[in-house]
C-alpha cells in the first residue's frame, strides 16, 4: 500500500496551486480560488475511474464508513454483520454510530464468509459490512445476493482496495455505498482523506450534507444554504485533495508495478508445496497491494514469520498476533474497558464480545502470512529478497 513510495513533483504543484490562491477551504471563495476545486476535482475524477455516479472525498477512511453508515440510516437498535479481519476502524465505526457490531466468519479470501452471514442475521440485523482486504476481493457477488434476499443494507469498506476489481467492476461500487480510504500508507494518499461512493443520488446528497454540518451545498452563499440534516465536521481540506489528485493521476502505473513485483515474489513460492495461496476470486481485479498465502498449521506460520524477520525481509505479517487486525488482540473493546464504553451507546444490547467465538476463522488467520508489495524495489533487491524467502521457507 505504496502511495507515500511516489510522492514527487506532481504532488508538490498540485499543493502549490492552493498555495498560490490560499484558498484552503473546499467550499465557496469562488473568485480568489482562480478555478482551483481540488476536493471537487477529485470527486468527478473518482467516480467516472469506479464506473459510479458520485462520489464525496472527506477527511479518512473512518470519516468515510461513518458517513456511509449515517447516509443509510444505520444507528441505535442496529445490528451491523462484521468480519473479525480488518482495521480496526471498521468496528469503530459501526460503535460511533450507535449500532452493534456483529461478527461472522472469514473464508479463504480472508473476507466475509457469504456461507457466514445467514447464520449471524437477527430481526434486529440492519447492514452487512463486508471488508476487501489486503489488495483482493470478498465473494462479493454472492454476498451482494444475500444482501438483496434478507433486505440488509450492504455497505463495501474497500479502505484497502481501490483500483481492484471483480469480473471488471470496481470494488465499492456493489454495495449502497463504497468507503475507501487515503491514509498516508494506503495504495493513494492525501496525507490524510477517505472517500464514500454511491450509484445513489439521495445517499449521495445524504453523505454530502452529512460531512458538512448538513449544508445542502445548493445555494451560492453559505450563509443561506439550507440544513436539511444533523451532520458533523469530516470535511478534507483543500491541500489534502490536491495530493490526492496527483496519486489518484498515479493509480495505473501503481497497480502495474505492484502487480508485476507481486507476480514475481508469487513464482518464487510455487515450488514450496507447503504453501497455498489466498483465494482471488478475480485474478484480474487483485490491486496486489498484498501477497497473502498459507501454511499448514500455527507452530509452523509462526516459525516462517520469525524466519522473515530474522532474515531482514521487511513487510511481513502474521496478523494472527496483530493488535489492530485481527479480533483475537482487540482486547481494549472486547472487554468493554473505558475507551471502548465511551463508543458504545447500546449497552443493554451489546453482546459480550470476549465470548465470540469464530473458529473458521481462527483457523485460517493462525496459519495466514501476508507480504507488502512495494514499488520501489530494484531488481536486485527483489532477487536478493526472493533469495532470503526461499532460505527460510526451505529449513
Ligand atoms: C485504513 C482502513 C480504514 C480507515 O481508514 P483511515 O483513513 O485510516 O481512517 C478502514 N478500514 C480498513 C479496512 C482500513 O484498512
Same mark, same amino acid.
Given at each position: 500500500?505504496?502511495?507515500?513510495?511516489?510522492?514527487?513533483? *506532481? &504532488?508538490?504543484?498540485?499543493?502549490?496551486?492552493?498555495?498560490?490562491?490560499?484558498? %484552503?477551504?473546499?467550499? !465557496?471563495?469562488?473568485?480568489?480560488?482562480?478555478?482551483?476545486?481540488?476536493?471537487?476535482?477529485? *470527486? &468527478?475524477?473518482?467516480?467516472?475511474?469506479?464506473?459510479?455516479?458520485?462520489?464525496? %472525498?472527506?477527511?479518512? !477512511?473512518?470519516?468515510?464508513?461513518?458517513?456511509?453508515l449515517a447516509a443509510c440510516g444505520v444507528g441505535a437498535g442496529d445490528e451491523v454483520i462484521v468480519p473479525p479481519f480488518t482495521f480496526v476502524a471498521t468496528i469503530e465505526a459501526v460503535l460511533h454510530a450507535g449500532a452493534v457490531p456483529v461478527f461472522a466468519e472469514i473464508d479463504d479470501t480472508l473476507c466475509l464468509?457469504?456461507?457466514?452471514?445467514e447464520p449471524a442475521v437477527t430481526p434486529r440485523t440492519r447492514a452487512v459490512v463486508p471488508v476487501h482486504m489486503c489488495g483482493s476481493m470478498a465473494k462479493i457477488e454472492e454476498i451482494k445476493r444475500i444482501c438483496d434476499r434478507k433486505g440488509l443494507i450492504l455497505i463495501e469498506d474497500a479502505c484497502q482496495s481501490v483500483g481492484a476489481s471483480?469480473?471488471?467492476?470496481?470494488?465499492?461500487?456493489?454495495?449502497?455505498?463504497?468507503?475507501?480510504?487515503?491514509d498516508p500508507v494506503k495504495t493513494i494518499t492525501c496525507g490524510e482523506g477517505g472517500a464514500v461512493v454511491t450509484s445513489d443520488k439521495v445517499l449521495y446528497a445524504a453523505a454530502d450534507a452529512y460531512a458538512d454540518h448538513g449544508h445542502d451545498h445548493m445555494g451560492k452563499d453559505r450563509g443561506l444554504e439550507g440544513h436539511s440534516i444533523i451532520g458533523t465536521n469530516l470535511r478534507i481540506s483543500e491541500l489534502n485533495?490536491?495530493?490526492?489528485?496527483?496519486?489518484?493521476?498515479?493509480?495505473?502505473?501503481?497497480?502495474?508495478?505492484?502487480?508485476?513485483?507481486?507476480?514475481?515474489?508469487?513464482?518464487?513460492?510455487?515450488?514450496?508445496?507447503?504453501?497455498?495461496?489466498?483465494?482471488?476470486?478475480?485474478?484480474?481485479?487483485?490491486?496486489?497491494?498484498?501477497?497473502?498465502?498459507?501454511?499448514?498449521?500455527?507452530?509452523?506460520a509462526k516459525e516462517v514469520a520469525k524466519g522473515l524477520g530474522e532474515a531482514g525481509v521487511d513487510g511481513c505479517f502474521y496478523w494472527y498476533d496483530n493488535n489492530w487486525h485481527y479480533i483475537r488482540r482487540w482486547d481494549h473493546f472486547k472487554s468493554l474497558s473505558a475507551a471502548a464504553r465511551l463508543a458504545i451507546k447500546d449497552f443493554d444490547n451489546c453482546p459480550n464480545f470476549m465470548k465470540v467465538r469464530l473458529p473458521q476463522s481462527d483457523a485460517l488467520m493462525s496459519r495466514t502470512l501476508s507480504m507488502q508489495i512495494k514499488l520501489s524495489w530494484t531488481e536486485e533487491e527483489l532477487k536478493q529478497r526472493i533469495e532470503k524467502i526461499r532460505g527460510v521457507l526451505a529449513r
Open positions: 500500500m505504496p502511495g507515500f513510495e511516489v510522492f514527487g513533483d *506532481e &504532488e508538490r504543484k498540485e499543493v502549490q496551486d492552493v498555495l498560490n490562491t490560499g484558498v %484552503l477551504f473546499r467550499y !465557496g471563495f469562488d473568485q480568489a480560488r482562480q478555478g482551483h476545486w481540488k476536493a471537487r476535482q477529485f *470527486e &468527478e475524477t473518482f467516480a467516472r475511474r469506479l464506473g459510479t455516479s458520485y462520489c464525496h %472525498l472527506c477527511s479518512s !477512511g473512518t470519516a468515510a464508513l461513518s458517513i456511509a464468509d457469504p456461507n457466514g452471514i471483480f469480473k471488471g467492476k470496481a470494488l465499492g461500487t456493489f454495495g449502497r455505498m463504497g468507503c475507501f480510504s487515503f485533495a490536491a495530493v490526492g489528485v496527483a496519486q489518484l493521476g498515479k493509480l495505473d502505473a501503481i497497480l502495474e508495478k505492484q502487480r508485476l513485483n507481486k507476480k514475481v515474489i508469487k513464482e518464487a513460492l510455487l515450488s514450496f508445496s507447503e504453501v497455498s495461496f489466498r483465494n482471488i476470486p478475480d485474478q484480474a481485479g487483485d490491486s496486489a497491494t498484498f501477497l497473502s498465502f498459507f501454511l499448514p498449521d500455527e507452530a509452523r
